[in-house]
């Protein structure tokens, strides 16, 4: 037979082969359902069926809470700001660096950090931490700035089921400096009576806290950062009272499931590398003489973080992770 050129289709006959391609397109019965003699049956244009669009899943969170150290603060970096200060100037803490890592194996992975410099365990609870009264968070608290941390957390996980974690909390230090600075005016023989119940105080906060946390995120991975000595040996005995206070903070984190990261051993080495070590990772040789890490004691309490968050996962999710070495005997 001979090609037909479109002039001799002409305008009628290409609309009507069109339609003839469509309807076989969009109500041909499928092989296997044509009845014994080929016929479509009943009704089979009006079950076409379109898959419905995958509901997109939510981004997993890490939720960060805490102190100062969770927001990344720096008295140097604070003065330079004044009085506008801005939280996204704060972007070299430890959670910033546990942050980035986390990302490399989870791109889609939102970081919340609720953390208020300041903040004792008691104002983690009840509330307001000062700070937030007079400047701004990197995560304003849902109930206002004369809310609590510890609320605003609950109401994050409320709100978001099953997505968040890991949860990482640094709570205490502030409540140890009430008494090292504060009462005791850093004098080694009133800090250390005044430490077991200052210890116990800490330790009974940590578990009301950490046991909400638990209830309202049962699967969620929680790492507890624990303390260093920024004094080092100018306090006769801090090394040993840290110590013990991280102690009790362990005991209360594995309580509840929680994980426990020590930056003692880093931070307070012992003998006479404690001094340059504490001047390395702290800004207390600065002339501001601040106890708040420096970028590269951020960075320090980042990867004791990292490790045990990796020791805390199970052995198949923990397998990606193998070729990262943090310490000298890797993960």
Known sequence: MAFRSRSQFGRGGLLVAFATLLSILLFAAPAGAQGSRGERPHGAASSLHFPSPRPVPPAPTYLALGDSLAF?????????LYPNENPAAYNTGYVDDFGKVLKLFTP???????GCPGETTDSFISGPCAYQ???????????GPSSSQLSDALAYLGAHPGTVSPITLDIGANDALGLIEGACKLEAACIAKGAPAAFAHIGANLGLILGDLRAAAPHAQII????YNPFGSTIAGADELTAALNKVEAGVA???GARFADPLPIFNPPGALEAPTICLLTNMCTPLVDIHPTDIGYAVLAGVVLQQYVLGLPPLQREPWR????GAHGL
Not at 72 to 80: E, L
Not at 108 to 114: E, F, I, S, Y
Not at 133 to 143: D, E, K, M, N, S
Request: proline share 5%.
């Open 72 to 80: 990344g603060y720096s008295q140097a970096k604070f003065n330079g």
């Open 108 to 114: 889609a992975l939102q970081v919340v950090n609720d």
């Open 133 to 143: 009264l007079a400047f701004p968070l990197h995560h304003p608290y849902v109930g």
């Open 224 to 227: 507890v950062l624990g303390l």
């Open 254 to 256: 594995a309580s509840v």
């Open 323 to 326: 070729g990262l070495r943090i």
